[in-house]
């Protein structure tokens, strides 16, 4: 970069005719301007100009070198001048990954307004269930649901993930109502088979407090919360759920709530960086675009 630079001071010295005034515009001493095109002639081995006291003028060799030397500079100030814009102007490609329910249930009807918001920007969506390396795979940004736990990766909270019991009216109708977490143990449960095994051990905090550790079973499983979540509307037993999930067939009597007295630890919606630090824009205002579009009072607390 040195180099660059006394070869950006060499071609200012011919523009303005005079090392005096291309010292004055690069705010550099006339003597440090002097030694940095002397040592340019030195490390080429040429000399690049005549000098007399009152004309400066190139050499040949200098003529040769202002003329291959100015595109190199000009494409040099092109592209760190593009990269500085693009540390300050929203656009480029954002390539973005979450989870495939909630992805295409609340952040997908959201992307036109995004879109139209920075028309700079390009949209590489991947929906997944499954937990994707952000750096191995080129993302941006993750969409995650659940438990952090212990990541490297940068987490900014969107919303809460409230949980839910819930089943059908027909199979409480068939089975009865269960009363407290202990009644779980008679009923068939759904369970959701994840990255961490079975879950078969649903947790509770009863009125005092204290966390209730209750296992289940029942006759049907699945990778796929979707899947989970018509079963249970077809009855074929009780579900826990994220309330976003469910909240429409709740609200419609598809499903009813259970255990309201017994709450279900939430956990949480979050945005994931692979580092804090030269956070491209595009980044930034995708995450503060969600989170004010979900923040403390999302759609499915509604």
Same mark, same amino acid.
């Given at each position: 970069?040195?180099?660059?630079?006394?070869l950006s001071l060499f071609?200012?010295?011919?523009?303005? =005719?005079?090392?005096?005034?291309? +010292?004055?515009?690069?705010?550099?001493?006339?003597?440090?301007?002097?030694?940095?095109?002397?040592?340019?002639?030195?490390?080429?081995?040429?000399?690049?100009?005549?000098?007399?006291?009152?004309?400066?003028?190139?050499?040949?060799?200098?003529?040769?070198?202002?003329?291959?030397?100015?595109?190199?500079?000009?494409?040099?100030?092109?592209?760190?001048?593009?990269?500085?814009?693009? +540390?300050?102007?929203?656009?480029?490609?954002?390539?973005?990954?979450?989870?495939?329910?909630? =992805?295409?249930?609340?952040?997908?009807?959201?992307?036109?307004?995004?879109?139209?918001?920075?028309?700079?920007?390009?949209?590489?969506?991947?929906?997944?269930?499954?937990?994707?390396?952000?750096?191995?795979?080129?993302?941006?940004?993750?969409?995650?649901?659940?438990?952090?736990?212990?990541?490297?990766?940068v987490a900014r909270r969107?919303?809460?993930?409230?949980?839910?019991?819930?089943?059908?009216?027909?199979?409480?109708?068939?089975?009865?109502?269960?009363?407290?977490?202990?009644?779980?143990?008679?009923?068939?449960?759904?369970?959701?088979?994840?990255?961490?095994?079975?879950?078969?051990?649903?947790?509770?905090?009863?009125?005092?407090?204290?966390?209730?550790?209750?296992?289940?079973?029942?006759?049907?499983?699945?990778?796929?919360?979707?899947?989970?979540?018509?079963?249970?509307?077809?009855?074929?037993?009780? +579900?826990?759920?994220?309330?976003?999930?469910?909240?429409?067939?709740?609200?419609?009597?598809?499903?009813?709530?259970?255990?309201?007295?017994?709450?279900?630890?939430?956990?949480?919606?979050?945005?994931?960086?692979?580092?804090?630090?030269?956070?491209?824009?595009?980044?930034?205002?995708?995450?503060?675009?969600?989170?004010?579009?979900?923040?403390?009072?999302?759609?499915?607390?509604?």
């Amino acid at each position: 970069m040195d180099r660059i630079g006394d070869l950006s001071l060499f071609l200012r010295v011919l523009d303005l =005719g005079s090392i005096s005034a291309a +010292a004055r515009s690069l705010d550099l001493s006339v003597a440090v301007a002097s030694q940095r095109l002397k040592r340019l002639e030195r490390e080429l081995g040429v000399r690049l100009l005549h000098r007399t006291t009152r004309q400066l003028h190139a050499t040949p060799e200098g003529m040769q070198l202002a003329e291959q030397g100015r595109a190199l500079v000009e494409d040099l100030e092109s592209l760190t001048g593009g990269l500085r814009q693009s +540390a300050t102007e929203v656009s480029g490609t954002l390539r973005v990954t979450m989870s495939a329910a909630f =992805g295409s249930q609340y952040v997908s009807p959201l992307l036109p307004e995004f879109l139209g918001l920075h028309p700079r920007v390009k949209l590489s969506v991947n929906l997944d269930d499954q937990i994707v390396d952000l750096v191995g795979s080129g993302f941006d940004l993750g969409i995650r649901v659940g438990e952090m736990g212990d990541s490297s990766l940068v987490a900014r909270r969107l919303a809460s993930n409230r949980r839910v019991l819930c089943a059908s009216p027909a199979y409480l109708q068939t089975h009865g109502l269960p009363r407290t977490p202990a009644d779980l143990a008679r009923h068939d449960c759904l369970l959701l088979v994840g990255s961490q095994g079975r879950q078969d051990v649903w947790h509770f905090t009863d009125r005092k407090g204290r966390d209730i550790a209750q296992r289940v079973q029942g006759r049907f499983e699945s990778n796929q919360g979707a899947l989970l979540r018509d079963a249970v509307v077809a009855g074929l037993g009780i +579900a826990m759920h994220s309330l976003w999930h469910v909240h429409e067939q709740l609200r419609s009597g598809r499903l009813q709530l259970l255990l309201p007295d017994y709450p279900i630890h939430a956990t949480g919606i979050y945005a994931v960086m692979p580092q804090r630090r030269l956070v491209p824009p595009r980044v930034r205002a995708f995450i503060d675009f969600l989170a004010g579009r979900f923040g403390d009072h999302p759609p499915w607390e509604c």
